[in-house]
T-cell receptor, first 113, second 111 residues
Framework: KAGVTQTPRYLIKTRGQQVTLSCSPI?????VSWYQQTPGQGLQFLFE???????NKGNFPGRFSGRQFSNSRSEMNVSTLELGDSALYLC????????????FGEGSRLTVL | QKEVEQDPGPLSVPEGAIVSLNCTYS??????FMWYRQYSRKGPELLMY????GNKEDGRFTAQVDKSSKYISLFIRDSQPSDSATYLC???????????FGTGTRLQVTL
């Protein structure tokens, strides 16, 4: 069974640009969550999508947005990039509505110059 | 104060040692408790998933949950150099559809 797949794995952007990250969940998983990981803050929840609907959102500015498609694949977008957005962005999927185990992808490492 | 507190380490132990990793939490609504292992430049990998208080064993790993004390532990027996990684505890209320993570403990197992 294939795991969670994230693309791209690495990317470099400059301040003010925007970026789109993609996540394909484990087959059959309908819930997709996004987390930001930085050395100082650890893993912080961005948002979760279930059946194309955003079910929960963390405390991030509106520059961070996401969506989920009918095949459960998800994208997140960060607009007007800031230096502080440099981080590992992790996508995770789980099988049941809200209490299933969470499985992570390997992440997309974003560097903002 | 953070909802989940975890000593960042680093923790260095010799091969074969028993390792104890711990987290405390303040939110009594947490019902599900997980331990993840994260190797450098990789995503977190689920190690243990528990719901109730008590112990759960899987090979060399034992997860322990004490809800009355709001304290969870992960024990690693016969530690190996391949166990060198960052260990993250995570918790879930079951209704918020998100996990709250500790900051992670970096473990180094030396030969």
């Amino acid at each position: 069974k294939a795991g969670v797949t994230q693309t791209p794995r690495y990317l470099i952007k400059t301040r003010g640009q925007q970026v789109t990250l993609s996540c394909s969940p484990i087959s059959g998983h309908r819930s997709v969550s996004w987390y930001q990981q930085t050395p100082g803050q650890g893993l912080q929840f961005l948002f979760e999508y279930f059946s194309e609907t955003q079910r929960n959102k963390g405390n991030f500015p509106g520059r961070f947005s996401g969506r989920q498609f009918s095949n459960s694949r998800s994208e997140m977008n960060v607009s007007t990039l800031e230096l502080g957005d440099s981080a590992l962005y992790l996508c995770a999927s789980r099988s049941s509505g809200g209490t299933g185990e969470l499985f992570f992808g390997e992440g997309s490492r974003l560097t903002v110059l | 104060q953070k909802e989940v507190e975890q000593d960042p380490g680093p923790l260095s132990v010799p091969e074969g040692a028993i390792v104890s990793l711990n987290c405390t939490y303040s939110n009594s609504a947490f019902q599900y408790f997980m331990w993840y292992r994260q190797y450098s430049r990789k995503g977190p990998e689920l190690l243990m998933y528990t719901y109730s208080s008590g112990n759960k064993e899987d090979g060399r790993f034992t997860a322990q949950v004490d809800k009355s004390s709001k304290y969870i532990s992960l024990f690693i027996r016969d530690s190996q150099p391949s166990d060198s990684a960052t260990y993250l505890c995570a918790m879930d209320t079951g209704t918020a559809s998100k996990l709250t993570f500790g900051t992670g403990t970096r473990l180094q197992v030396t030969l």
